[in-house]
């Protein structure tokens, strides 16, 4: 990420806490990722240097008004428009999604497996995650099977790998070495 990212959503948090509006920030910038997401013209209208200023932060003022957008987050998205970092936005949903997990102790770690796994098994993937890091864990699971067995479990930027694919691919290196 970004220094950008870092610098916007370290400073939206602020607004948040400051005004006690956390819970309504968070609201917006999911759905305005959302709408990014679903509509992407509408991101590129707001990322068009050719589209006034004004025009922009009438769009915003419009939802401020009818209640679609938080007054912080209306604020903070009139910032970007204005400093032309609208380029920036999904950087800075990412970011400020971890910031948020962060002031709230949890963190979502993606676990992937060749199949997928029953909840049982998740629970205690869970389990034993939140020991382990101390946070309140959202699993997002993913299913992959050319791992062919095994798990892969991110955490952050840490990647814990017992995939059986990894290890037939050391035994592979292992028996290439020896002969």
Known sequence: MSVVSNTYSKALLAAAKA??????????????????????????????????ISSLYAVVDAMVKNKSLNKITGNF???????RRVTAIDDIFLKFNELVQQENNEAVVSVTSARQ????????????L???????????EEVNPDIIGGIIVQ????????????????????LERLG
């Open 77 to 83: 998205m009139k910032t970007l428009i204005q400093v």
């Open 19 to 52: 005004n006690k509006a956390l819970p309504h920030v968070v609201a917006d910038m999911e759905a305005l990722r959302g709408l990014f997401v679903q509509a992407p013209e509408i991101l590129k209208a707001f990322q068009n240097k050719s589209i006034e």
């Open 117 to 128: 796994l029953e909840k049982k098994y998740t629970s205690e993937i869970k389990k034993i």
């Open 155 to 174: 955490v952050g930027s840490e990647v814990y790998d017992a995939s059986l694919r990894t290890q037939l691919n050391g035994i592979k290196i292992g």
């Open 130 to 140: 939140e020991q382990q890091i101390g946070r309140k864990v959202f699993l997002h």
